[in-house]
């Protein structure tokens, strides 16, 4: 007679700061259709200088029928509370998803297939933006604020944590953590994830395993998109520059420059039309901060401030 098989585990893992959104994030996970043959728990790294989450957490804890740690991981460092989610959880797999997002009913089952068909050490799913009545019509048609993963050449090189299943037992991921310098500034998962490619992990993507994340007013700003993609491409120039010296490093900064120049004049000829405009100015912004990071100019920080710096100007 076989033995019975024991299920195997996984954890999802939510770090919040100050957000009461987060009920309706771990209302969305407890109502998912679980995969079979997975035990699955929810680990919560709570990111205050106190333990604000704690009582709603308690609170909820009967109600999703799900086993919770909550970890209360201080310093306003999102690395500080991924880390302690990592620390927290004996899973064989750790899932993460923002506390500003819900998770749609296939969203794990969705990660977990793609895993087992795959065997790769970690699986991104797509976020879709959600935006609120007085988005800017340029900015709901562009759709700017969801995310996919990028493809170099047929592969990914590099992810995010906004919706990821790890699995933990990889070798590219043992022991690996998420860089606490990081940890005001943003990058710290497009580092890690980095990292753990070259060291021989791969990425697959799971299209149907969607998250929903609502985009609050204060970031339907062109000025807040701009903010993120100069500091997205100046963790791209850190990378970049850590392999290159010298000439080869002039060569990036001018390949960085000469691709800023080319996005903000295509910018010109479809000025008329905010969606392309916006999308060509953006890109040029982000390929401004590839050259500010080449030169080492320090990332802007982003993350852990008293009050979020969400705020800013429209574009038309």
Same mark, same amino acid.
Request: with cysteine; net charge positive.
């Given at each position: 007679?076989?033995?019975?098989?024991? $299920?195997?585990?996984?954890?999802?893992c /939510? !770090?919040?700061?100050?957000?009461?959104?987060?009920?309706?994030?771990?209302?969305?996970v407890?109502?998912?259709?679980?995969?079979?043959?997975?035990?699955?728990?929810? /680990?919560?790294?709570?990111n205050?200088? *106190?333990?604000t989450?704690?009582?709603l957490?308690?609170?909820?804890?009967g109600?999703?029928?799900?086993?919770?740690t909550?970890?209360?991981?201080?310093?306003?460092?999102?690395?500080?509370?991924?880390?302690? !989610?990592?620390?927290a959880s004996?899973s064989? #797999?750790?899932?993460?998803i923002?506390?500003?997002?819900?998770? %749609?009913?296939g969203?794990?089952?969705?990660l977990v297939? %793609?895993?087992?068909? *795959?065997?790769?050490a970690?699986?991104?799913?797509?976020?879709?933006?959600?935006?609120?009545?007085?988005?800017?019509?340029?900015?709901?048609?562009?759709?700017?604020h969801?995310?996919?993963?990028?493809w170099?050449?047929?592969?990914i090189? *590099?992810?995010?944590? !906004?919706?990821?299943l790890?699995?933990i037992g990889?070798?590219?991921l !043992?022991?690996?953590?998420?860089?606490?310098?990081?940890?005001q *500034?943003?990058?710290?998962?497009?580092?890690?994830?980095?990292?753990?490619?070259?060291?021989?992990?791969?990425?697959?993507?799971?299209?149907e395993a969607?998250v929903?994340?609502a /985009?609050p007013?204060?970031?339907?700003? #062109?000025?807040?998109?701009?903010?993120?993609? #100069?500091? /997205? +491409?100046?963790?791209h120039?850190h990378?970049?520059?850590? $392999?290159?010296? +010298?000439?080869?490093?002039l060569?990036?900064?001018?390949?960085?420059t000469a691709?800023?120049?080319?996005? #903000?004049?295509?910018?010109?000829p479809?000025?008329?039309?905010?969606?392309?405009?916006?999308?060509?100015?953006?890109?040029?912004?982000?390929?401004?901060?590839?050259?500010?990071?080449?030169? +080492?100019?320090?990332?802007?920080?982003?993350?852990?401030?008293?009050?979020?710096?969400?705020?800013?100007k429209?574009?038309?």
């Open positions: 007679m076989d033995p019975v098989r024991k $299920n195997r585990s996984i954890d999802i /939510v !770090c919040t700061f100050r957000r009461p959104e987060l009920a309706d994030t771990l209302r969305s407890a109502a998912m259709d679980m995969p079979a043959g997975y035990n699955v728990g929810i /680990v919560i790294a709570d205050d200088d *106190t333990p989450a704690e009582p957490v308690a609170k909820l804890a109600e999703l029928k799900l086993p919770v909550y970890r209360h991981a201080p310093a306003r460092n999102i690395s500080i509370a991924r880390n302690a !989610c990592l620390d004996a064989d #797999f750790v899932a993460f923002d506390d500003d997002e819900t998770a %749609t009913a969203w794990l089952a969705e297939a %793609t895993a087992e068909a *795959t065997g790769a970690a699986v991104l799913g797509p976020v879709q933006a959600r935006y609120q009545p007085e988005a800017p019509d340029w900015m709901r048609k562009g759709d700017f969801s995310t996919s993963p990028v170099v050449s047929g592969e090189r *590099t992810g995010y944590t !906004c919706n990821v790890l699995r990889a070798e590219s !043992c022991g690996r953590r998420f860089s606490l310098a990081r940890g *500034t943003g990058g710290e998962d497009t580092e890690f994830f980095d990292q753990m490619v070259k060291a021989g992990g791969r990425i697959a993507f799971s299209p969607w929903d994340e /985009v007013p204060a970031r339907a700003a #062109f000025d807040w998109l701009g903010r993120r993609r #100069f500091r /997205v +491409g100046q963790t120039g990378l970049l520059g850590r $392999n290159a010296h +010298g000439l080869a490093r060569k990036q900064v001018g390949i960085a691709k800023a120049a080319y996005s #903000f004049l295509s910018a010109i479809v000025a008329i039309d905010p969606v392309r405009r916006n999308r060509s100015v953006l890109r040029g912004i982000m390929h401004a901060g590839v050259v500010s990071g080449l030169v +080492g100019v320090r990332e802007i920080r982003q993350y852990g401030l008293s009050s979020p710096q969400q705020g800013g429209r574009a038309a």
